[in-house]
């Protein structure tokens, strides 16, 4: 079931009744969210999704109304637990807009795995179980519009797992696409998933 929650709709200024640009998506628990303005952490604490399994922040491109948020998104990520690496997607310019936000929010205790899409480049990432493409489009800067695909399971490799030393009572929720954790390390659902 893939849930999609437009947290924001709005422009320049965030209301008390709409909110800058900011989108949600999940699946299987995992979620990715696209644009994130100044404030975007209270319609996700209003959706009540919680902030701890988002894997992935794109950004569409970098004016403050849709990139805004992030420094206290991170932030609040961070007092949520999440140890896991937070991948960050975006046009050209994003690891100058990342390093300069991220000036007022440093020390996060986890990585950011920064990912800058080159212009007219055309390729696939994979984050969890979400498939993201892109393609340029018409603005006064670099700015990318994104297709989101989830890819029909693989099958669940038994052989790998025990090789991996995973217990079976953490199968169910790899099949499902779930990023687990085992003491230090992380087992992601591609390491035991086989395509059909
Ligand atoms: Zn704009």
């Known amino acids: 079931m893939l849930d999609v929650c437009l947290l924001g709709t709005g422009g ?3 209301l008390p009744d709409r909110w800058l640009t900011s989108l949600l998506i999940r699946v299987n628990g995992r979620m ?3 644009d994130c303005g100044e404030g975007t952490q209270i319609p996700i604490k209003m959706v009540e999704w919680g902030f701890k399994a988002i894997d992935a922040i794109l950004f569409t491109h970098y004016h403050a109304d ?3 948020g992030l ?3 991170l932030l609040t990520l961070g007092n949520s637990g999440r140890e896991e690496p937070l991948t960050l997607i975006g046009p050209p310019g994003l690891k100058k807009a990342v390093e300069g936000l991220t000036v ?3 020390e996060l205790p986890y990585n950011l795995r920064l990912i800058e899409l080159g212009n007219n480049e055309s390729r696939e990432i994979c984050v969890s179980n979400f498939y993201i493409r892109h393609i340029s489009v018409e603005h ?3 700015c990318v519009a994104y297709c989101i695909e989830l890819k029909r399971q693989g099958k669940f490799d038994v052989e790998r797992a025990r090789a991996l030393d995973i217990p079976v009572s953490y199968w169910n929720r790899l099949q499902k696409g779930e990023i687990i954790r085992l003491e230090d390390r992380s087992i992601s659902p591609e390491m035991v ?3 059909r």
Request: glycine share 10%; proline share 19%; no cysteine.
């Open 71 to 73: 420094p206290g998104l």
């Open 66 to 68: 849709h990139i805004g």
């Open 104 to 106: 007022i929010s440093p």
């Open 32 to 34: 990715i969210l696209i």
């Open 193 to 195: 998933l086989s395509d």
């Open 12 to 14: 320049m200024m965030p």
């Open 140 to 142: 006064n800067l670099p």
